[in-house]
């Protein structure tokens, strides 16, 4: 009787599953990130839909309500200004973010965005 091996093995299934791991740590730390993003780009159009006629500090101060309604943590909204353009305002904004990973380890994200 010859019989073929199907499978894998349980070293090999311990490798996959330590990868699996990982990515799924690594993503558990990127979720929340980019969550936050969103919630950055969605409080900054909310502002410019409601109109930047006023100054910079009004459009802090709505900034800021929607940060804190939505748990902005990351960004301050000073951090928020006035992009320059041809005939009407923008706001942009570009900051980083630095989560730790494993020990000595973490990851940078950088976020850059101008609204329309």
Request: hydrophobic share 45%; no cysteine; glycine share 6%.
């Amino acid at each position: 009787m010859d019989k073929k091996q199907r499978g894998i093995t349980l070293m090999g299934f311990i490798m996959i599953l330590i990868l699996v791991m990982v990515f799924v740590g690594v993503g558990m730390q990127l979720v929340p990130v980019y969550s936050e993003y969103y919630s950055v780009k969605a409080a900054m159009d909310s502002v410019v839909k409601e109109g930047l006629d006023t100054d910079i500090t009004d459009v802090q101060r709505k900034i800021s309500k929607h940060f804190n309604t939505d748990y902005v943590n990351s960004v301050d909204q000073k951090q928020i200004v006035f992009a320059p353009a041809s005939g009407n305002k923008k706001l942009m904004v570009h900051y980083e973010v630095r989560k730790p990973l494993m020990g000595n380890v973490e990851f940078l994200v950088t976020f850059d965005y101008t609204t329309n």
